[in-house]
Structures are given as C-alpha cells and as structure tokens.
C-alpha cells in the first residue's frame, strides 16, 4: 500500500491529471481532503468518470463553493476547517491525496496544504508545470520541502518544457526523485487521458 499527496507549484499545474495518472498506474483510491469551487469543480468526479477501471473515490471532508483559497472560501461560508477533522478513509488499496493549490495554501490562520502530508503520513508528489516564473516557484517548492523535511518521492514534469528551463529545475533534483515527464494535452476525453497513461507509464523512472 503506497500513500503519496499529489501538490503543485501553483494552481492549476496539472495536479488532478497527475492524480489520474498515478490512480490508473498504482489502481489507487482517489481521495481529495477539501475541494472548493463546487459546483461545477469537483475533481473525484472528474477522475472517477476519466480513468479505465471502477476507481474508489472517497468524499471530501469539506466541499466549498467559493473558487478561491480554502480558508477564504470556508469563511464565507461560515466553516472552520479544522485539520484535526481531515479523516483519511480506510482502504487496502493505495491512496492518491490531492491538494487544493500550492504548499503554502491556507487552510485556517495556523495550516497550510503542507502540514497535510505528514499528517496524512504521506510521501509528496510535487507537479511543475512549463510557464513564466515556472523556475522560481518549483525552487521555492524544493526549498520549503528539503527545509521542513516533508516526505518526498519526487517531481512530474507536466508540459513541454525548453531545455534550460527544465535543466534549471532537475539540477536541484536527484535522478531518483525524477519521476515522469509527460506532454502536455490541454483538452482531455477518456480515450485521449488513456494515451497520456500509456506515456506515463513508458516514462516513469523510479519505482513508485
């Protein structure tokens, strides 16, 4: 049984994908702590209808409306998120736990996504993504990791990267802490979401 929380350097890196795809390659659970935005955003939804077997999604332990922050969208619904009441589901299979947002998202005045990971007793899964400022906040992501000494199993690569943008990353980061690159596919069905697994699958590089 494996146990990795899938985060990202920023919002909308490819954190859910990535989900997916480590759900298809482990035949994960799938199970995400606070999801805002909802509806129309709800991601165990989105990965239980794009992945090719019955996949167990487990209920968020807070769905909020708000598309923001979790503990901007929980005060304006009058909620308190309380770490303490984030429940990992009992499974005998692995656990896919994605975040909302970055590391150093809030969940209430004294939390943030990053105290998630070892209270969830998990190795983290950091997604990078190809944009403009791309290199800092993956450095900074690094940094924060090695700094408060969070499990790490590694980085996914998510895009088409250039060569010196990529280099400037992965010279920070171990061979055995590389774990995929895969393309970017900006408009996912089903049949196209199975040929990116395929890719992940042939491009996964250490053992997970």
């Not at 993504?129 to 408060?148: D, V």
Request: one cysteine or more.
């Amino acid at each position: 049984m494996k146990r990795y929380f899938v985060t990202g350097i920023n919002t909308g890196v490819g954190k859910t994908v990535v989900s997916a795809l480590l759900c298809e390659y482990l035949k994960a659970d799938y199970f995400k702590p606070v999801q805002t935005g909802y509806p129309p955003d709800r991601d165990s939804e989105w990965i239980k209808n794009i992945v090719s077997f019955p996949i167990t999604t487990h209920p968020e332990c807070y769905l909020l409306k708000e598309p923001a922050s979790p503990h901007l969208a929980a005060k304006r619904e009058n909620v308190y998120i309380d770490i303490h009441q984030l429940k990992l589901p009992f499974t005998k299979n692995s656990t896919i736990i994605e975040g909302a947002g970055g590391l150093l998202v809030p969940l209430n005045e004294r939390y943030y996504i990053a105290d998630l990971i070892k209270y969830f007793e998990a190795e983290c899964i950091l997604v990078i993504s190809n944009y403009l400022g791309c290199i800092n906040h993956s450095l900074l992501s690094l940094f924060y990791i090695q700094k408060n000494n969070l499990p790490f199993k590694g980085i996914v690569l998510n895009g088409n990267f250039e060569t010196e943008v990529k280099e400037a990353i992965l010279l920070h980061v171990p061979s055995s802490q590389f774990i995929a690159e895969i393309p970017s596919m900006p408009t996912l069905n089903k049949e196209r979401f199975l040929e990116l697994s395929r890719i992940f699958q042939s491009k996964v590089n250490i053992s997970l």
